[in-house]
């Protein structure tokens, strides 16, 4: 009797500077798990949105290499620091006030000026230009070394979310009859990883072809769709979002809210994390089906499909995930992080002192966004190493995950 190999996904979730969190786990399953368990770690489909775009394309990049991923996505984030990923090195008072006059008058720029203008993380799109072999991506789909890779992004003019997806095959899988959202076919490159990585407000839009995108993350943190239109029957899901145990509840105003407050907790709610929501529903799937397995038999799901396969497109199937999430709030991970640059701030020049006070400001830390802008070496250190932690109290679970039985 043949064994099939089940079709196993990776999901990277969007976070921003959160995304070296990410390095973490996928150091410890490259080169901590038992070899016997190393040997079985392998993945079909990668989908990542936001920051997780860029992780997904690097291992979609590298996945004829395997033992290098963990290393090589751990070098990265820790040569990053937010001087140079802000571009403040080598700016004066000077400096900051002709791009800020510039942008203000420029005729070429009758709408006006944009906050990257003055702070644009040029380093990010050096990273994903170079650092990303995007030749290798079709290489090792060539190989059969993974089936399919998507990004998710958001198209600004009408606020869908576009799905780039590049498979083996050609064509694309029944997707999603949500108005909101679309799959195109692709070939991957720099582009599509960069607008999906777009913060809004804070990291310019890309342009692809006619069209200007932003981050996926607006309408779909956890791309946890893509994975199942895509066919996996296994998912592992990366997520940024700290899950404490009870129900925790910030403190009461105390005051009315300052605009700032308000303003980033709006913001905060764009990059909220649906994860959740979409676990739950795969849940209650998995749930029904296996239900009606034990009462109608065996041939239940089977029967079913062959009933709903021409208004659905796709069949239905049980999906085991596994879960791995910090065990801390990030946000509280990069706190001392922040602090110690405030310390520092009275020796630093102008520029680099105004992204120190943007980074720490209400907007940011009540919208907990310093977390997600502080792309800085020592913060990216303690996630990984955090992030490796909780996949090694996964370890057995893991083991079973990745098994072919």
Not at 34 to 43: E, H, I, N, Y
Not at 83 to 91: A, S
Not at 254 to 263: G, K, N
């Amino acid at each position: 009797m043949t064994t099939t190999k089940p079709r196993v996904g990776l999901v990277c979730s969007g976070g921003g500077a959160r995304g070296a969190y990410e390095a973490g786990v996928i150091r410890y399953l490259r080169e901590e798990l038992p070899r016997d368990a190393r040997t079985q770690v392998r993945f079909d489909v990668l989908t990542g949105t936001s920051i997780g775009a860029m992780t997904a394309c690097l291992l979609a990049g590298t996945m004829h290499v395997p033992e290098d991923q963990g290393r090589m996505l751990s070098t990265l984030w820790q040569s990053l620091s937010l001087e140079r990923v802000f571009k403040v090195e080598g700016e004066s008072l000077a400096s900051v006030s002709r791009k800020l006059w510039k942008a203000a008058r420029s005729p070429e720029r009758p709408e006006g000026w944009r906050l990257h203008d003055v702070f644009h993380p040029i380093a990010l799109e050096q990273i994903v230009h170079t650092a990303i072999d995007w030749s290798q991506i079709a290489a090792n789909l060539a190989k059969g070394l993974i089936d399919a890779i998507a990004v998710s992004t958001t198209r600004i003019r009408d606020g869908k979310t576009v799905v780039f997806v590049q498979r083996r095959e050609l064509g694309l899988p029944a997707w999603s009859r949500d108005p909101y959202t679309e799959a195109q076919e692709v070939v991957l490159g720099a582009e599509h990883a960069l607008a999906s990585a777009a913060i809004p407000l804070l990291f310019r839009s890309v342009r692809i072809g006619a069209e200007y995108f932003c981050d996926g993350s607006l309408r779909q943190t956890t791309p946890l769709s893509p994975a199942l239109r895509l066919g996996v029957d296994r998912v592992l899901i990366l997520t940024m979002k700290h899950k404490p145990h009870g129900q925790v509840s910030p403190p009461p105003l105390t005051s009315m809210p300052t605009s700032l407050t308000v303003i980033g907790k709006m913001l905060n709610a764009l990059m909220v994390d649906r994860a959740e929501h979409d676990l739950d529903r795969l849940r209650r799937m998995n749930m029904t089906l296996e239900t009606g397995r034990k009462a109608y038999g065996d041939d239940f799901v089977e029967k079913m499909n062959v009933a709903i396969r021409s208004s659905r497109g796709l069949p239905y199937r049980v999906v085991k995930d596994l879960v791995i999430r910090p065990s801390r709030d990030l946000a509280d991970l990069a706190r001392p992080h922040l602090e110690a640059r405030a310390r520092q701030e009275a020796a630093q020049p102008l520029p680099t002192r105004l992204l120190h006070r943007l980074s720490g400001s209400p907007m940011f830390s009540q919208a907990e966004l310093g977390s997600y802008l502080l792309f800085d070496g020592p913060f990216a250190r303690e996630l990984i190493e955090l992030g490796m932690q909780d996949a090694h109290a996964k370890r057995e679970a893991l083991i079973e995950f990745f098994s072919v039985s």
